[in-house]
């Protein structure tokens, strides 16, 4: 792992200083892109369907703030770790979180560190955060078929073709960081 943390040393500190304009204008259009992605996919699936989902459903407000109000925890630290892992993505990996655009550098640095998929966790943070204020329960089964659907995509879908792209290094991040279960770092 030393050679690929030695790379990526290099590549983070090429990604955050531009040589030319070319590279700049690179950088600006990733971090678009990478904004109309947060917007349209997350946006979707941790904003509109959970309102949608609680339109109409009772209790959702209280007059006096309570224990639901701890559901704002989940929520912003979600919102937190999606934007860091975002911003990762973005000016480490050189991509964004689309997988057509994906990074073209294995991000392993940051949350990245301690769980191999902190974006996914942070966008469930937020529906649970979200089932927590609303004390709804079907946003508690919504958040469950989120996680089936993207456990399901990560192990049939992205894991594999990430081993394609970045082959022994990716199985060395395999073997040392988590799927779903954050970890202290190993030295």
């Known amino acids: 792992m030393g050679s690929t943390a030695h790379t990526y040393r290099v590549s983070c500190s ?21 904004l ?17 989902l609680v339109q ?3 209790g959702a407000v209280l007059e006096v703030p309570s224990v639901w109000m701890l559901g704002f925890v989940p929520l912003v630290l979600g919102i937190g770790l999606y934007l860091w892992c975002a911003g990762a993505f973005t000016f480490i990996g050189k991509g964004t979180p689309a997988p057509i655009d994906a990074p073209t550098v294995l991000v392993v640095q940051g ?19 979200e089932t927590i204020l609303f004390r709804s329960f079907l946003l508690v089964g919504y958040a469950l078929l989120v996680w089936a659907i993207v456990h399901t995509f990560v192990v049939t879908v992205e894991e594999p073709s990430l081993r394609r792209q970045f082959g022994a290094s990716y199985e ?10 954050p970890r202290p770092p190993r030295a």
């Open 14 to 34: 090429y990604a955050l200083h531009s040589d030319t304009p070319a590279d700049a204008w690179r950088q600006y259009m990733t971090a678009l892109k990478t």
């Open 36 to 52: 109309i992605f947060t917007i349209v996919v997350p946006g979707t699936v941790a904003g509109i369907i959970p309102w949608l």
């Open 56 to 58: 109409g459903s009772t």
């Open 111 to 129: 949350p990245y560190r301690w769980v191999r998929n902190p974006m996914y966790i942070a966008v469930l943070a937020v529906v649970l955060g």
């Open 172 to 181: 060395t991040y395999l073997r040392t960081v988590s799927r779903w279960i």
